[in-house]
């Protein structure tokens, strides 16, 4: 419910993505339905799909693929995998990536609180009992306390697999060690992935979704790399994977390398603010203004404040929400009863200082040539300014490209 006092603000103006069914029907307010439509369709109606999912950061990638999921969520046996809670942003690769995969998947099928009522197990024994001993052998050389004999085999392996993700994500001996194993039987780690999975679809009557989030958080060459290089490996399990992607590589010339690999790919587009013509969309500006007054009382914030916000998110979901956050915060540190037009400033300039301390001389340069309203060539430079957000794609009919309205003064007043 919307915040009755701005105290309250600071927690309802949260910025994790919505992944409840209570968050999503006090919070989520409809601005795709079509695209999600369209990719649940996909799901809905064909087998095993390997689907790229992209989109700007913060435009509500991950709110979103979590309403799909509840949506299939009769259907369907969903895993979601953050690649930052799991891996190491810095430092990952394929075989990290699908070990990563391997192991959520198994710790999912063991754990008895996800396991259907009345089923003793998802897996049979003598397959759980293969993965136990497969992953004991493939791990030698990395420290693990032995697992107790009193445990069942199934809670052996799920605490085995816990501690895995857990020292995956944050111990470079043990990527080393995993790469070092993994990379020379990936076969059977994906053997295993498709045998396990399998049988947790035929317990369970549903389908096996893995939604891998976050992906685009990774810099843009290992990510490139990633999908390039590896894309077999990443569609070779037997199940319905989604991939999330960087926007930046949807506009590289790889782009149509990758794809081929893949069965779908969506992009997820940005609530316009205005049209390709300059004049405000009006509709957009509807969606946005619902999104905010959803979490705060609309008597908390003025109208030219929440107008001031709305244009400087630049139809960011999750930039719409960071603004609100702050201007919440300089409010009450002000002593102020509600957001004012100071208040929406103050926020606009700390989130503006963000991109000022990326932004280089050439940046500036490429900027000013889109404010000029040039057409700007697919090269490394424009992709890496969709990558950081200077660079907003927006979709009305047709793509188009805008600077990012919380960037445009600072490019308006540059000199070289």
């Not at 079509?34 to 095993?48: C, D, G, K, P, S």
């Not at 024994?125 to 107790?148: N, Y």
């Not at 690999?261 to 300059?278: A, K, M, Q, S, Y």
């Not at 998110?313 to 957001?339: F, N, P, Q």
């Amino acid at each position: 419910m919307a915040a009755p006092t701005l105290q309250e603000a600071l927690r309802t103006f949260d910025l994790r993505p919505l992944s409840s069914i209570t968050d999503m029907n006090h919070y989520y307010v409809e601005h795709s339905a079509v695209v999600l439509e369209r990719l649940a369709l996909q799901l809905r109606t064909r087998r095993r799909l390997k689907i790229l999912f992209t989109g700007h950061r913060i435009t509500g990638k991950t709110t979103a693929l979590n309403r799909v999921a509840h949506q299939l969520g009769d259907d369907f046996f969903v895993i979601h995998i953050s690649i930052p809670r799991v891996l190491n942003t810095y430092d990952v690769d394929y075989s990290d990536l699908m070990f990563a995969i391997g192991l959520r998947l198994i710790k999912r099928a063991t754990d008895e609180n996800v396991i259907p009522r009345g089923l003793t197990t998802l897996v049979r024994e003598d397959l759980l009992d293969d993965v136990l001993r497969w992953l004991q052998e493939r791990i030698k050389g990395i420290p693990i306390a032995p697992l107790s004999t009193d445990m069942s085999l199934m809670a052996r392996i799920n605490v085995l697999v816990g501690t895995l993700e857990a020292k995956l994500s944050t111990e470079a001996r043990t990527r080393t060690t995993v790469r070092e194993h993994i990379a020379l039987h990936l076969s059977e780690l994906i053997e295993r992935i498709n045998y396990v999975a399998h049988e947790v679809e035929r317990k369970s009557g549903k389908h096996v979704l893995i939604i891998v989030e976050d992906v685009d958080k990774l810099d843009l060459e290992p990510a490139r790399r990633l999908f390039l290089e590896h894309a077999r490996t990443l569609t070779a399990p037997r199940v319905s994977i989604i991939y999330t992607l960087p926007i930046a590589l949807r506009y590289s010339l790889d782009f149509p390398q990758i794809s081929a690999n893949f069965d779908r790919h969506f992009i997820l587009p940005i609530v316009r603010t205005v049209e390709r013509d300059g004049s405000r969309c009006e509709s957009g500006w509807d969606t946005l203004r619902e999104v905010f007054l959803k979490r705060i009382n609309e008597n908390l914030v003025s109208t030219d404040a929440l107008d001031t916000l709305i244009s400087a998110s630049g139809g960011l979901i999750g930039m719409l929400i960071r603004l609100g956050l702050l201007a919440t915060e300089y409010a009450l540190v002000d002593g102020k009863e509600r957001i004012d037009e100071q208040s929406a400033e103050q926020a606009i300039a700390e989130v503006r200082g963000d991109f000022k301390a990326l932004l280089r001389p050439d940046d500036y340069e490429i900027l000013k040539r889109c404010l000029k309203g040039e057409k700007l060539a697919n090269e490394s430079p424009v992709q890496e300014l969709l990558y950081t957000g200077a660079l907003l794609e927006y979709h009305n009919h047709e793509p188009w490209i805008r600077v990012n309205p919380l960037v445009q003064s600072l490019v308006e007043e540059w000199e070289p």
